[in-house]
């Protein structure tokens, strides 16, 4: 069946502007997770989604920074006023029921470019 | 101190090789350990899931966890070229919520 999906792969833009990063998840898949990833760094949470709720808010590193999910399937995670630091690779997973043991499956990622 | 350290590497080894890779965490409620593999380009792949401590085997892939020590290992047997990717650990426990910790990644290179 199909994996998660992420849009645009690619997004360059200038410094200021307002990105949107869309992630399709498995279908069915009750929890959703956005991460960034940057050189070095490792996989950085950004923000879970259970349903069309976001109860973990805590890993969006600004107020720039926000998500939402509607339908219980498609997220939009939006960045304004983008900054060079953004810049990275941002990863949505998904997770048939979420909680702590629960496999995600990961999305190609969009690779955000920030000039 | 970061919740999870992992050597980033590179790591270049013939084909055929033993390969160990690993973790070092420091919170001690962790009970959820995994191990995913990164190709270029792409997203992570679950590859280990381990619950508490012990090993455990999967084809030429075992995982061990050392909860005392606070230390998990991926060994790969037989290395092949197709295993060259990036491995990244991971971590939970039900006690932070939904938070998954990722080591910052492993760069394992096989060498035909």
Redesign the interface.
Known sequence: GAG?SQSPSNKVTEKGKDVELRCDPISGHT?L?W?RQSL????E?LI?F?GNSA??K??LPSDRFSAERTGGSVSTLTIQRTQQEDSAVY?C?SSLL????S???????TRLTVL | QKEVEQDPGPLSVPEGAIVSLNCTYSNSAFQYFMWYRQYSRKGPELLMYTYSSGNKEDGRFTAQVDKSSKYISLFIRDSQPSDSATYLCAMSTSNTGNQFYFGTGTSLTVIP
């Open positions: 998660v929890a997770y991460y070095g760094q490792g996989l949470f879970y259970q109860p973990d805590s890993g990863l997973a979420g909680g702590a043991g496999e995600q499956f990961f999305g190609p990622g």
